[in-house]
Protein backbone atom coordinates (compact mmCIF):
# COMPACT_ATOMS: atom_id res chain seq x y z
CA UNK A 1 0.00 0.00 0.00
CA UNK A 2 1.48 3.29 -1.53
CA UNK A 3 0.16 5.20 2.37
CA UNK A 4 3.19 3.01 4.16
CA UNK A 5 5.25 3.45 1.56
CA UNK A 6 5.07 7.46 1.82
CA UNK A 7 4.78 7.14 6.04
CA UNK A 8 8.27 5.47 5.53
CA UNK A 9 9.54 8.14 3.38
CA UNK A 10 8.19 10.55 6.01
CA UNK A 11 10.38 8.95 8.73
CA UNK A 12 13.11 8.35 7.01
CA UNK A 13 13.19 12.49 6.31
CA UNK A 14 13.05 13.11 10.16
CA UNK A 15 16.14 10.89 10.28
CA UNK A 16 17.97 12.91 7.24
CA UNK A 17 17.04 16.19 8.89
CA UNK A 18 18.13 14.90 12.21
CA UNK A 19 21.59 13.86 11.08
CA UNK A 20 21.80 17.28 9.36
CA UNK A 21 21.17 18.71 12.33
CA UNK A 22 23.28 17.18 14.35
CA UNK A 23 26.30 18.44 11.91
CA UNK A 24 25.24 22.15 12.00
CA UNK A 25 25.06 21.36 16.06
CA UNK A 26 28.86 19.91 15.66
CA UNK A 27 30.09 23.23 13.68
CA UNK A 28 28.77 25.92 16.07
CA UNK A 29 29.64 23.79 19.48
CA UNK A 30 33.57 23.77 17.76
CA UNK A 31 33.29 27.45 16.43
CA UNK A 32 35.99 28.47 18.42
CA UNK A 33 38.11 25.09 17.94
CA UNK A 34 41.57 25.78 16.72
CA UNK A 35 41.76 23.67 13.41
CA UNK A 36 38.52 22.36 13.56
CA UNK A 37 37.24 20.99 10.11
CA UNK A 38 33.37 21.90 9.84
CA UNK A 39 31.00 18.70 8.55
CA UNK A 40 28.43 19.86 5.13
CA UNK A 41 25.23 17.62 4.77
CA UNK A 42 24.16 16.67 1.53
CA UNK A 43 21.46 14.35 0.73
CA UNK A 44 20.34 12.00 -1.68
CA UNK A 45 17.02 10.13 -2.34
CA UNK A 46 16.42 6.47 -1.81
CA UNK A 47 14.01 4.72 -4.21
CA UNK A 48 12.01 1.65 -4.50
CA UNK A 49 10.82 1.13 -7.79
CA UNK A 50 12.29 2.80 -10.28
CA UNK A 51 9.69 2.53 -12.70
CA UNK A 52 6.71 5.04 -13.02
CA UNK A 53 3.42 2.96 -12.71
CA UNK A 54 0.01 3.69 -11.68
CA UNK A 55 1.18 2.94 -8.30
CA UNK A 56 3.84 5.05 -6.54
CA UNK A 57 6.28 3.60 -4.10
CA UNK A 58 7.96 6.48 -2.03
CA UNK A 59 11.88 5.72 -1.29
CA UNK A 60 12.67 8.44 0.85
CA UNK A 61 15.41 10.91 1.52
CA UNK A 62 19.03 9.96 3.24
CA UNK A 63 21.80 11.95 5.03
CA UNK A 64 25.03 12.64 3.08
CA UNK A 65 27.84 14.64 5.33
CA UNK A 66 30.37 15.51 3.78
CA UNK A 67 33.71 16.22 5.50
CA UNK A 68 35.54 19.81 4.54
CA UNK A 69 39.15 18.72 6.07
CA UNK A 70 40.67 20.41 2.90
CA UNK A 71 39.07 23.50 3.51
CA UNK A 72 41.50 25.62 4.76
CA UNK A 73 40.90 28.30 7.27
CA UNK A 74 41.75 31.56 8.70
CA UNK A 75 45.25 31.82 10.05
CA UNK A 76 45.20 34.47 13.48
CA UNK A 77 47.82 35.84 15.49
CA UNK A 78 48.76 34.15 18.66
CA UNK A 79 51.34 35.08 21.42
CA UNK A 80 52.79 31.71 22.00
CA UNK A 81 56.11 31.58 19.87
CA UNK A 82 55.54 27.67 19.53
CA UNK A 83 51.60 27.86 18.57
CA UNK A 84 51.87 26.90 14.20
CA UNK A 85 49.12 27.58 11.52
CA UNK A 86 49.71 25.66 8.09
CA UNK A 87 49.21 27.73 5.28
CA UNK A 88 48.13 25.40 2.21
CA UNK A 89 47.87 21.84 2.08
CA UNK A 90 49.33 19.46 5.07
CA UNK A 91 49.13 18.16 8.27
CA UNK A 92 51.10 17.67 11.62
CA UNK A 93 52.31 14.22 12.51
CA UNK A 94 51.55 13.92 15.91
CA UNK A 95 51.51 10.72 18.35
CA UNK A 96 49.35 9.75 21.51
CA UNK A 97 52.41 9.38 23.46
CA UNK A 98 56.02 10.24 23.40
CA UNK A 99 56.23 6.73 22.96
CA UNK A 100 57.98 5.64 19.35
CA UNK A 101 55.28 2.71 18.96
CA UNK A 102 52.22 5.07 20.06
CA UNK A 103 49.60 5.95 17.09
CA UNK A 104 50.16 7.84 14.50
CA UNK A 105 47.49 10.79 13.60
CA UNK A 106 47.60 14.01 11.65
CA UNK A 107 46.39 17.59 12.46
CA UNK A 108 45.83 21.21 11.55
CA UNK A 109 45.56 22.14 15.74
CA UNK A 110 49.06 23.90 15.86
CA UNK A 111 48.63 24.77 19.37
CA UNK A 112 51.58 23.42 20.71
CA UNK A 113 53.68 24.29 23.95
CA UNK A 114 56.71 22.69 25.83
CA UNK A 115 55.27 20.04 28.62
CA UNK A 116 56.93 19.03 31.87
CA UNK A 117 59.60 17.40 29.83
CA UNK A 118 59.92 19.84 26.86
CA UNK A 119 58.08 17.85 24.44
CA UNK A 120 55.80 19.47 21.94
CA UNK A 121 51.99 18.82 22.97
CA UNK A 122 48.88 20.68 21.80
CA UNK A 123 45.62 20.98 23.45
CA UNK A 124 44.37 17.68 22.97
CA UNK A 125 47.79 16.26 24.26
CA UNK A 126 49.23 15.00 20.96
CA UNK A 127 53.59 14.85 20.38
CA UNK A 128 54.67 16.65 17.16
CA UNK A 129 56.73 14.83 15.59
CA UNK A 130 59.57 15.71 13.54
CA UNK A 131 63.15 14.73 12.08
CA UNK A 132 66.25 15.18 14.36
CA UNK A 133 69.18 17.31 13.14
CA UNK A 134 72.55 15.77 13.55
CA UNK A 135 75.52 17.56 14.04
CA UNK A 136 76.17 18.78 10.64
CA UNK A 137 72.56 20.11 10.56
CA UNK A 138 70.88 17.49 8.28
CA UNK A 139 68.43 14.69 8.42
CA UNK A 140 67.43 11.69 5.98
CA UNK A 141 63.73 11.79 4.56
CA UNK A 142 62.99 8.14 3.86
CA UNK A 143 59.18 9.06 4.00
CA UNK A 144 58.80 6.23 6.65
CA UNK A 145 56.74 7.52 10.33
CA UNK A 146 58.83 5.33 12.05
CA UNK A 147 62.44 7.72 11.51
CA UNK A 148 60.00 10.71 12.89
CA UNK A 149 60.74 11.71 17.18
CA UNK A 150 59.00 13.92 19.41
CA UNK A 151 60.10 17.51 18.98
CA UNK A 152 61.76 17.83 22.62
CA UNK A 153 63.79 20.98 23.44
CA UNK A 154 64.46 19.84 27.58
CA UNK A 155 67.55 17.75 27.34
CA UNK A 156 69.19 20.46 25.46
CA UNK A 157 69.41 22.99 28.76
CA UNK A 158 73.25 22.49 30.04
CA UNK A 159 74.93 20.90 27.30
CA UNK A 160 77.58 21.88 24.96
CA UNK A 161 78.02 21.80 21.21
CA UNK A 162 81.34 22.33 19.27
CA UNK A 163 81.99 25.35 16.83
CA UNK A 164 81.45 24.10 13.74
CA UNK A 165 81.09 27.57 11.48
CA UNK A 166 83.26 30.97 11.44
CA UNK A 167 82.16 33.80 9.54
CA UNK A 168 84.80 36.50 8.90
CA UNK A 169 84.13 39.84 7.56
CA UNK A 170 87.59 42.22 7.42
CA UNK A 171 89.60 44.45 5.35
CA UNK A 172 93.23 44.38 4.97
CA UNK A 173 94.61 47.87 4.14
CA UNK A 174 95.76 48.09 0.60
CA UNK A 175 99.07 50.49 1.53
CA UNK A 176 100.30 48.44 4.34
CA UNK A 177 104.05 48.06 2.69
CA UNK A 178 105.11 44.53 1.41
CA UNK A 179 107.42 42.53 4.06
CA UNK A 180 111.24 42.55 3.51
CA UNK A 181 111.79 38.80 4.62
CA UNK A 182 110.65 36.38 2.45
CA UNK A 183 107.35 33.85 4.04
CA UNK A 184 107.68 30.42 5.10
CA UNK A 185 104.62 28.88 6.46
CA UNK A 186 104.50 29.04 9.57
CA UNK A 187 106.05 32.12 10.48
CA UNK A 188 103.73 34.01 11.52
CA UNK A 189 102.77 31.03 14.18
CA UNK A 190 106.20 30.99 15.88
CA UNK A 191 106.97 35.05 15.50
CA UNK A 192 109.67 34.37 13.02
CA UNK A 193 107.82 37.36 10.95
CA UNK A 194 105.57 40.12 12.50
CA UNK A 195 102.02 39.57 10.90
CA UNK A 196 100.99 43.56 9.77
CA UNK A 197 97.58 42.01 10.75
CA UNK A 198 96.01 39.68 13.64
CA UNK A 199 92.77 38.71 15.14
CA UNK A 200 91.50 36.35 17.50
CA UNK A 201 88.86 34.22 17.95
CA UNK A 202 87.30 32.05 20.71
CA UNK A 203 86.32 28.69 19.26
CA UNK A 204 84.85 26.13 21.34
CA UNK A 205 85.34 22.36 21.81
CA UNK A 206 82.68 19.71 22.42
CA UNK A 207 82.91 19.41 25.99
CA UNK A 208 82.23 23.57 26.23
CA UNK A 209 86.08 24.05 26.44
CA UNK A 210 87.34 27.52 25.12
CA UNK A 211 89.98 27.67 22.87
CA UNK A 212 91.72 31.08 21.57
CA UNK A 213 92.60 30.72 17.65
CA UNK A 214 94.41 33.45 16.07
CA UNK A 215 94.35 34.66 11.95
CA UNK A 216 97.91 36.18 11.00
CA UNK A 217 98.15 38.08 8.04
CA UNK A 218 101.14 39.49 6.10
CA UNK A 219 101.24 40.99 2.65
CA UNK A 220 103.77 39.64 0.95
CA UNK A 221 103.56 41.20 -2.85
CA UNK A 222 100.92 43.43 -4.51
CA UNK A 223 97.56 42.25 -3.87
CA UNK A 224 99.19 39.22 -2.40
CA UNK A 225 98.90 38.43 1.47
CA UNK A 226 99.83 35.23 2.86
CA UNK A 227 97.51 34.08 5.70
CA UNK A 228 97.77 31.94 8.74
CA UNK A 229 95.45 30.41 11.37
CA UNK A 230 96.75 29.07 14.56
CA UNK A 231 96.28 28.00 18.40
CA UNK A 232 97.29 30.37 21.05
CA UNK A 233 99.14 28.67 23.30
CA UNK A 234 100.15 25.94 21.02
CA UNK A 235 100.22 23.50 23.15
CA UNK A 236 96.06 23.56 23.17
CA UNK A 237 96.36 21.27 19.95
CA UNK A 238 98.14 18.27 18.60
CA UNK A 239 98.92 20.51 15.20
CA UNK A 240 102.74 21.23 15.15
CA UNK A 241 103.30 24.57 16.71
CA UNK A 242 99.77 25.18 16.98
CA UNK A 243 99.35 26.26 12.80
CA UNK A 244 95.86 24.98 11.77
CA UNK A 245 95.81 26.26 8.11
CA UNK A 246 97.81 28.73 6.27
CA UNK A 247 98.22 29.84 2.67
CA UNK A 248 98.02 32.42 0.30
CA UNK A 249 95.62 35.24 -0.35
CA UNK A 250 94.63 37.52 -3.70
CA UNK A 251 92.76 40.41 -4.08
CA UNK A 252 92.04 41.75 -7.49
CA UNK A 253 92.34 45.30 -8.76
CA UNK A 254 88.77 46.74 -6.93
CA UNK A 255 90.05 45.31 -3.61
CA UNK A 256 87.58 41.84 -3.54
CA UNK A 257 88.72 38.57 -3.38
CA UNK A 258 90.56 36.73 -5.69
CA UNK A 259 89.86 32.81 -4.91
CA UNK A 260 91.01 31.52 -7.68
CA UNK A 261 94.84 33.35 -7.03
CA UNK A 262 94.20 32.03 -3.85
CA UNK A 263 95.54 28.96 -1.81
CA UNK A 264 92.65 26.64 -1.78
CA UNK A 265 93.21 25.13 1.98
CA UNK A 266 93.25 27.99 3.90
CA UNK A 267 89.13 28.44 2.70
CA UNK A 268 88.44 24.81 3.66
CA UNK A 269 87.13 23.56 6.60
CA UNK A 270 89.46 23.20 9.65
CA UNK A 271 90.37 19.93 11.20
CA UNK A 272 91.53 20.15 14.57
CA UNK A 273 92.64 17.52 17.57
CA UNK A 274 92.41 19.36 20.95
CA UNK A 275 95.29 17.83 23.40
CA UNK A 276 92.48 18.03 26.07
CA UNK A 277 90.80 15.04 24.19
CA UNK A 278 87.85 16.76 23.81
CA UNK A 279 85.61 16.10 21.00
CA UNK A 280 85.26 19.13 17.50
CA UNK A 281 83.55 19.05 14.71
CA UNK A 282 85.03 20.10 11.08
CA UNK A 283 84.82 24.04 11.25
CA UNK A 284 83.81 25.33 8.00
CA UNK A 285 86.02 28.73 7.21
CA UNK A 286 83.53 31.44 5.21
CA UNK A 287 86.22 34.14 4.57
CA UNK A 288 83.76 35.42 1.18
CA UNK A 289 83.10 34.48 -1.86
CA UNK A 290 85.06 35.26 -5.32
CA UNK A 291 85.11 38.72 -6.72
CA UNK A 292 82.60 39.87 -3.77
CA UNK A 293 83.17 42.31 -0.69
CA UNK A 294 81.70 39.88 1.83
CA UNK A 295 85.04 38.40 3.49
CA UNK A 296 88.39 39.49 3.27
CA UNK A 297 88.64 42.59 1.55
CA UNK A 298 91.46 45.40 0.33
CA UNK A 299 91.02 48.79 0.46
CA UNK A 300 92.74 51.81 1.66
CA UNK A 301 91.19 51.89 5.22
CA UNK A 302 92.92 50.68 7.80
CA UNK A 303 92.97 47.10 8.40
CA UNK A 304 90.23 45.56 10.97
CA UNK A 305 87.36 43.29 11.60
CA UNK A 306 84.20 44.53 10.46
CA UNK A 307 82.29 41.40 11.58
CA UNK A 308 82.70 37.87 12.80
CA UNK A 309 80.36 34.89 13.95
CA UNK A 310 81.00 31.73 15.21
CA UNK A 311 78.57 28.93 16.43
CA UNK A 312 79.24 26.81 19.49
CA UNK A 313 80.17 27.05 23.35
CA UNK A 314 77.99 25.83 26.28
CA UNK A 315 74.38 25.84 26.18
CA UNK A 316 72.47 27.33 28.85
CA UNK A 317 68.89 27.81 29.52
CA UNK A 318 66.31 28.28 26.43
CA UNK A 319 65.27 31.35 25.86
CA UNK A 320 62.88 30.99 23.14
CA UNK A 321 62.42 28.72 20.02
CA UNK A 322 62.49 29.92 16.62
CA UNK A 323 60.31 27.61 13.82
CA UNK A 324 60.62 29.02 10.51
CA UNK A 325 58.57 28.80 7.57
CA UNK A 326 59.92 25.47 5.97
CA UNK A 327 59.76 23.68 9.42
CA UNK A 328 63.16 24.14 10.97
CA UNK A 329 63.21 24.19 14.65
CA UNK A 330 65.77 25.78 16.50
CA UNK A 331 66.38 26.64 20.45
CA UNK A 332 67.48 30.25 21.17
CA UNK A 333 69.72 30.28 24.36
CA UNK A 334 69.70 33.23 27.52
CA UNK A 335 73.89 33.66 26.18
CA UNK A 336 72.31 34.67 22.59
CA UNK A 337 73.11 31.18 20.53
CA UNK A 338 70.95 29.60 18.85
CA UNK A 339 71.05 25.78 17.05
CA UNK A 340 68.86 24.17 14.71
CA UNK A 341 67.22 21.08 16.62
CA UNK A 342 64.92 19.63 14.27
CA UNK A 343 62.78 19.30 11.06
CA UNK A 344 59.23 19.29 10.58
CA UNK A 345 58.05 17.20 8.36
CA UNK A 346 54.09 18.23 6.84
CA UNK A 347 52.23 14.74 5.38
CA UNK A 348 49.44 15.36 2.94
CA UNK A 349 47.17 12.88 1.49
CA UNK A 350 45.27 12.28 -2.28
CA UNK A 351 41.85 12.70 -0.58
CA UNK A 352 42.27 14.67 2.91
CA UNK A 353 38.27 14.56 2.71
CA UNK A 354 38.62 10.52 3.24
CA UNK A 355 40.85 10.85 6.72
CA UNK A 356 38.74 9.49 9.33
CA UNK A 357 38.66 11.94 12.21
CA UNK A 358 39.04 11.26 15.54
CA UNK A 359 38.99 12.86 19.28
CA UNK A 360 40.93 15.86 19.55
CA UNK A 361 40.33 17.33 16.28
CA UNK A 362 43.09 14.69 14.69
CA UNK A 363 42.82 12.38 11.95
CA UNK A 364 43.85 8.76 10.82
CA UNK A 365 44.68 7.21 7.44
CA UNK A 366 41.57 5.52 5.49
CA UNK A 367 41.07 3.67 2.71
CA UNK A 368 39.32 6.71 1.08
CA UNK A 369 42.32 8.83 2.34
CA UNK A 370 45.64 7.22 0.45
CA UNK A 371 48.41 6.72 2.28
CA UNK A 372 50.36 10.02 3.64
CA UNK A 373 53.60 11.32 1.93
CA UNK A 374 55.57 13.35 4.33
CA UNK A 375 58.05 16.48 3.27
CA UNK A 376 59.37 19.72 4.36
CA UNK A 377 56.89 22.48 4.54
CA UNK A 378 57.05 24.27 1.29
CA UNK A 379 57.78 21.46 -1.05
CA UNK A 380 56.26 18.91 -3.04
CA UNK A 381 52.48 20.76 -2.68
CA UNK A 382 52.70 21.27 0.98
CA UNK A 383 51.87 24.00 2.54
CA UNK A 384 54.02 26.54 4.47
CA UNK A 385 54.15 27.02 8.40
CA UNK A 386 53.56 30.38 10.08
CA UNK A 387 54.69 30.66 13.84
CA UNK A 388 52.59 32.47 16.48
CA UNK A 389 49.81 31.74 14.56
CA UNK A 390 46.66 29.16 14.83
CA UNK A 391 44.30 28.08 11.85
CA UNK A 392 40.84 29.32 13.55
CA UNK A 393 37.79 26.88 12.12
CA UNK A 394 36.66 26.80 8.52
CA UNK A 395 33.03 26.91 9.51
CA UNK A 396 30.75 29.95 8.54
CA UNK A 397 28.49 30.60 11.27
CA UNK A 398 25.99 32.38 9.29
CA UNK A 399 25.97 29.71 6.96
CA UNK A 400 25.33 27.31 9.97
CA UNK A 401 22.21 29.38 11.53
CA UNK A 402 20.82 29.44 7.68
CA UNK A 403 20.77 25.77 7.65
CA UNK A 404 19.56 25.17 10.81
CA UNK A 405 16.29 27.27 9.44
CA UNK A 406 16.63 24.92 6.72
CA UNK A 407 16.48 21.41 8.54
CA UNK A 408 14.38 22.96 10.59
CA UNK A 409 11.17 23.57 8.18
CA UNK A 410 12.08 20.28 6.17
CA UNK A 411 11.98 18.17 9.56
CA UNK A 412 8.76 19.89 10.31
CA UNK A 413 7.52 19.57 6.30
CA UNK A 414 8.55 15.13 7.46
CA UNK A 415 6.25 14.79 10.76
CA UNK A 416 3.27 16.89 8.59
CA UNK A 417 3.68 13.64 6.06
CA UNK A 418 3.92 11.36 8.85
CA UNK A 419 0.73 13.13 10.41
CA UNK A 420 -1.74 13.42 7.46
CA UNK A 421 -0.73 9.45 6.46
CA UNK A 422 -2.12 8.95 9.56
CA UNK A 423 -5.10 10.44 9.02
CA UNK A 424 -5.73 9.26 5.67
CA UNK A 425 -5.05 5.90 7.56
CA UNK A 426 -7.60 6.72 10.06
CA UNK A 427 -10.10 6.98 7.00
CA UNK A 428 -9.25 3.61 5.56
CA UNK A 429 -10.06 1.69 9.68
CA UNK A 430 -13.45 3.98 9.25
CA UNK A 431 -14.25 2.35 6.20
CA UNK A 432 -15.82 -0.95 8.50
CA UNK A 433 -17.79 0.96 10.42
Known sequence: MSLYSALYAGVSGLGAQSSAMAGVADNIANINTVGYKGVQTEF???????????SYTAGGVAASPQMLISKQGLLQTSSNQTDMGIDGSGFFVVRSTEAPDSTVSFTRAGSFSPDAEGFLRNTSGYYLQGWPLDGAGGYVNTGNLDELQPVGLGDLNGTATATTAITIRANLQSTTPVQTAAYAVGDLASGTMVPDFTRSLDIFDAQGGSHRVTMGFAKTGVNQWAGEIYADPATDVTAAGGLLASGAIAFNADGSLD???????????LSVTWTNGAGSS?????????????GLTQFGGESALLSSSLDGGLLNNIASIDISKTGLVSAIFDDGTSRAVFQLPLATFANPDGLTRLSGNAYSISNESGSPTINPPG????????????????????????????????????????????DMLQEVNNLKR
Open 379 to 422: SFGSGSIVSSALEASNVDLAQEFTNMIRFQRAYSASSKVITTVD
Open 44 to 54: KSLVVDGQASS
Open 282 to 294: PIALNLGSDAAVN
Open 259 to 269: LAGSTGTLFSP
